[in-house]
Nanobody
């Protein structure tokens, strides 16, 4: 069992920046990856960025060049730095944990979600 604790969602103005963090606890696999997915109203949950334990990253096209995912110094913690935010980035952001980085099907565990609102 893995628990995910998210933080950082907030209201930000267009063009602004925000940092999300996610800490995992429980039995963490050495082959795992963690990342962020987001879901806007009426939309499916889509990948934003993910990172493996050895630092291999993957970004959605909309996140490339604006968002940076990284591993924190704190154990099993990741950060997502988001810059140049637009109203299209507004969504509930979910931290996900995938036990096996090579498996299909996406995360095995999800956080509760943290809301990002981009509005003036």
């Amino acid at each position: 069992q893995v628990q995910l604790e998210e933080s950082g969602g907030n209201l930000v103005q267009p063009g602004g920046s925000l940092k999300l963090s996610c800490a995992a606890s429980g039995v963490i696999s050495s082959a795992s990856l963690m990342g962020w997915w987001r879901q806007g109203p009426g939309n499916k949950r889509d990948l934003v960025a993910q990172i493996t334990r050895d630092g291999v990253t993957k970004y959605s096209d909309s996140a490339k060049g604006r968002f940076t995912i990284s591993r924190d110094d704190a154990p099993n913690t990741i950060n997502l730095e988001m810059n140049s935010l637009t109203p299209e980035d507004a969504a509930v952001y979910y931290c996900g944990y995938q036990r096996n980085r090579w498996a299909s099907g996406g995360p095995n565990y999800w956080g509760q979600g943290t809301r990002v609102t981009v509005s003036s």
